[in-house]
């Protein structure tokens, strides 16, 4: 749910897609003005568009030497103005539909719709440049600093965040998912917002309620989840490169940051420097976003053809694995990372039987481990983009045999206009016929938990532009296709 409204409110404030959208509040106090990030070394795909960056747990001050009238960087913070951002909606696909917005209840007869309705301030906070960079000039970096040891030892690209929208009001959201007479109709209740800054010294702390409520009242089932945005929340940021060498450390202002050496130096007048990845190669459908999902997948997957049978079962049932378990899954995603940052080998060590038959190919494999480490991070990238519900459905796909039919019709909706929202199309009937009905449902669900919507018939409308979900709904429909070919 937060990631939904920051893609949104990035979407509609920043046309040039400079800002990153926080993904979860649980960690938005760690994208804060000055804090360091590292930018994880992933291409931008179709369904995640933005960079890819990792909290460090540390703020430029905390890696600098004191100065000499001890002054911290707080005072370098500049606040400017509050912008609102109101978005309502009401829409009716069939049947009779009544909607009170109230902030007791919400009544919804008949029908499958879909309301919205939702209002919060963003202030933007950022650091002005001046100031940084009369504070570059004053201190140097504390290159005893454990952090900035461990860093000159890997690969890793250091940004700073010098600009953030934050929540000025405090915000409730909430969402709500009904069933009724066979019709499913999804709602979002009022988002509303009081919001004040928060002095630098009191603490940011996030409040999640997830309360999934569950009912049936004459064939009606209703799911509820609420999320409380605080006041002071990051919802996006923008950062600029971080260089170091020998105490002295540069900043990127115009974004030129393309080129480091190990532990993100920057030493240009050095012969050796780092390559980043070639573009896609070009397979498959040529035009439209199909195409370039197509692309994109085959060449972030193209290891799994040429490994061994026996491999590639391992790498399937491991996927399966984390698709039902969270922890499992933040494990194996963050080891696959960390491989391209390695340069003393590829030990993998975990407690979990589920991974230790995938890591031990790592290591006698040595000569695939790169490629091996960047198919599966890309699988699951696109199913971390993906709902739970959406996981269990597929790993229930996967038992009744039926990915290669939804994978032709997920094909098809990459065809129309996902960007334009409450696009009304039409696709193929015969992609909806599927040997039994819990099958159809089933599918049909999968494809409107990434925005789509569908009737037996063909009939399809997108909602809130749901290109980037369907993306990766596609990218995990292929990739296991591909993995099951083992079995």
């Known amino acids: 749910m937060f990631k939904k409204l920051t893609k949104f409110i990035v979407k509609q404030m920043d046309p040039c897609n400079e800002l990153v959208p926080v993904e979860s509040i649980a960690y938005n106090e760690h994208f804060r003005p000055l804090y360091l990030l590292k930018k994880k070394r992933k291409p ?26 001890g002054k911290s960087t707080e005072p370098l913070h500049e606040d400017s103005s509050q912008f609102t951002l109101t978005k309502t909606s009401a829409d009716q696909a069939d049947g009779g539909l009544s909607i009170s917005f109230d902030p007791a209840s919400v009544d919804l007869q008949g029908g499958a719709s879909l309301s919205k309705e939702f209002s919060i301030t963003p202030q933007k906070k950022r650091v002005s440049l001046q100031s940084l960079e009369a504070l570059r000039r004053e201190r140097e970096i504390n290159m005893d600093h454990s952090f900035i040891q461990q860093l000159q030892r890997t690969d890793i690209d250091l940004y700073v965040v010098t600009e953030i929208l934050e929540a000025s009001e405090e915000t409730v959201y909430k ?8 019709l ?34 004459q064939g009606t089932r209703e799911n509820k989840q609420t999320i409380v945005i605080p006041k002071g929340c990051t919802l996006a940021f923008r950062t600029i490169p971080l260089h170091i060498r020998d105490g002295a450390w540069d900043l990127d202002y115009i974004g030129a940051g ?8 920057v ?14 190669v070009a397979d498959g459908p040529s035009q439209g976003k199909l195409g370039k999902v197509v692309r994109e997948v085959k060449y972030s997957c193209r290891i ?32 696959m990372e960390d491989i391209p ?39 699951l990238d696109a199913l971390h983009e993906l709902m739970d519900d959406q996981l269990l459905l597929l790993l229930e796909s996967l038992e009744r045999k039926i990915l290669s039919q939804q994978l032709n019709l997920v094909a098809h909706l990459l065809n129309h206009d996902l960007e334009d929202r409450m696009c009304h199309f039409h696709v193929d009937a015969r992609l909806l016929s599927f040997p039994h009905k819990e099958e159809q449902i089933l599918t049909m669900e999968l494809v409107e938990l990434s925005g789509v919507q569908l009737q037996e018939d063909g009939s399809a409308v997108s909602r809130d532009e749901p290109l980037e979900s369907v993306a990766a709904l596609f990218v995990a429909l292929y990739a296991l296709r591909l993995l099951s070919c083992s079995k």
């Not at 969402?175 to 066979?182: L, T």
């Not at 109709?185 to 309360?211: D, E, G």
């Not at 393309?258 to 130096?265: N, P, S, Y």
Request: hydrophobic share 35%.
């Open 341 to 379: 940052e390695q340069n003393d080998g590829y030990e993998l060590k975990t407690e979990s039987p589920d991974l230790k038959d995938l890591f031990s190919t790592f290591q006698h494999s040595p000569g695939h481990c790169l490629l091996l480490a960047e198919g599966i991070t890309y699988i």
């Open 258 to 265: 393309t080129v480091r050496l190990q532990g993100a130096i």
């Open 175 to 182: 969402e709500s998912n009904k069933i009724d007479g066979g």
């Open 304 to 335: 799994f053809p040429i490994l061994s049978p026996d491999h590639l079962l391992i790498v399937f049932n491991t996927i399966k694995a984390v698709m039902r378990d969270k922890k499992l899954f933040q494990e194996l995603s963050q080891k």
């Open 44 to 69: 931008k795909t179709m369904f995640h568009p933005t960079p890819y960056y990792q909290q460090t747990g540390f703020t430029l001050d905390d890696v600098l030497l004191p100065g000499e009238d």
């Open 184 to 217: 499913k109709a999804r709602f979002y209740a009022t988002l509303c917002a009081k919001v004040w800054l928060l002095p630098p010294s009191f603490p940011n702390t996030c409040t999640l309620v997830f309360s999934p409520v569950l009912f049936f009242i």
């Open 267 to 280: 030493a240009q007048s050095q012969g050796s420097v780092a390559v980043r990845r070639q573009s896609y």
